[in-house]
C-alpha cells in the first residue's frame, strides 16, 4: 500500500496537503489527550466508589443518612413492639371500656343506619330456614321420645 497522504478539504473545497509527519504528531498528541481524559476519569471513578474519602470529605452527608437508617429501622421496631403489645389482655380491657363508653355517651354514632333492602331479605330468609330446622328438629325429637314412652 503506497503511504501518500489522503487529500483533505479546508471548508473552500480546496484540497489540503499536509506531510505524513505532521499528520503523525497530531494523532499522536490527540493520543496523549485521550489517554490523559481516560486516567482523569479513571481517577475520579476510584475517587467516587471510595467509601472511605468519601467519608471524610462529606461528613454531613453520612451522618445524615445514618440517623434516617436509624429511624426507619426504630420506627419498624416500635411499630412491631406496638402490635404485641395491644394483643396483651390489659390492653384489650382498655380499649373495650373505652368503647361501651363511647356507646353510652353517644349511642346514635354507634347504631346503623338504616339497612339495605338485600340486607333485609337475607335476615328473613335466613330467619325463615332457621325457624323451620328448629321446628322440624324439635319435633322429630318430641316424636321419637313420645314414641319411646309408649313402648
Not at 13 to 35: F, H, Q
Not at 83 to 112: C, G, N, T, Y
Amino acid at each position: 500500500m503506497g503511504e501518500r497522504t489522503s487529500r483533505l478539504t479546508d471548508g473552500n473545497g480546496k484540497a489540503e496537503t499536509r506531510p505524513p509527519r505532521e499528520i503523525e504528531r497530531e494523532i499522536e498528541y490527540l493520543r496523549t489527550r485521550l489517554d490523559r481524559s481516560l486516567a482523569e476519569l479513571d481517577r475520579r471513578r476510584h475517587e467516587l466508589t471510595d467509601i472511605r474519602l468519601q467519608m471524610r470529605k462529606h461528613p454531613a452527608v453520612f451522618i445524615g443518612a445514618g440517623v434516617a437508617v436509624a429511624l426507619m429501622l426504630g420506627g419498624v421496631g416500635f411499630a412491631i413492639y406496638r402490635s404485641r403489645k395491644r394483643e396483651e389482655l390489659p390492653q384489650k380491657a382498655k380499649r373495650l371500656r373505652i368503647a361501651f363508653r363511647r356507646a353510652v355517651a353517644e349511642p346514635e354514632k354507634v347504631a346503623r343506619a338504616e339497612p339495605p333492602v338485600w340486607q333485609k331479605m337475607a335476615a328473613a330468609v335466613g330467619t325463615t330456614i332457621a325457624v323451620s330446622l328448629a321446628k322440624k328438629m324439635v319435633e322429630r325429637t318430641w316424636n321419637e321420645t313420645v314414641e319411646a314412652g309408649r313402648t
